[in-house]
Nanobody, 121 residues
Framework: QVQLVESGGGLVQAGGSLRLSCSAS????????MGWYRQAPGNQRELVAV???????KYADSVKGRFTISSDNAKNTVYLQMYSLKPEDTAEYYC???????????????WGQGTQVTVSS
């Protein structure tokens, strides 16, 4: 099993910044990609940003230029630095990690428990 622990959410005023962290632990041989998703009330969960083990990253258009995803592969940790936050960024943010387990052919895709980000106007 793989466990993800998220931290860093909170309440911030518009224009402010927050940094989210997500650490993976458990039966992990390698990680292929780590990402952040968000879900606002009444909306579907959407991709915010993802980074591969090779360092390639992808962002939702709505956060390009404001959010930066990074990872520490040695610590199995992914970060999301958020700048210039807007009220529309308010959502529950979830970490997702994909990788390989110790058994032959075993793969996993795990979600974190979520961390709330609230941006006030």
């Amino acid at each position: 099993q793989v466990q993800l622990v998220e931290s860093g959410g909170g309440l911030v005023q518009a224009g402010g910044s927050l940094r989210l962290s997500c650490s993976a632990s458990g039966r992990i041989i390698s990680i292929n990609a780590m990402g952040w998703y968000r879900q606002a009330p009444g909306n579907q969960r959407e991709l915010v940003a993802v980074i591969t083990s090779g360092g390639s990253s992808k962002y939702a258009d709505s956060v390009k230029g404001r959010f930066t995803i990074s990872s520490d592969n040695a610590k199995n940790t992914v970060y999301l630095q958020m700048y210039s936050l807007k009220p529309e960024d308010t959502a529950e943010y979830y970490c997702r990690v994909e990788g390989r387990g110790p058994n032959s052919g075993q793969t996993f895709a795990s979600w974190g428990q979520g961390t709330q980000v609230t941006v006030s106007s």
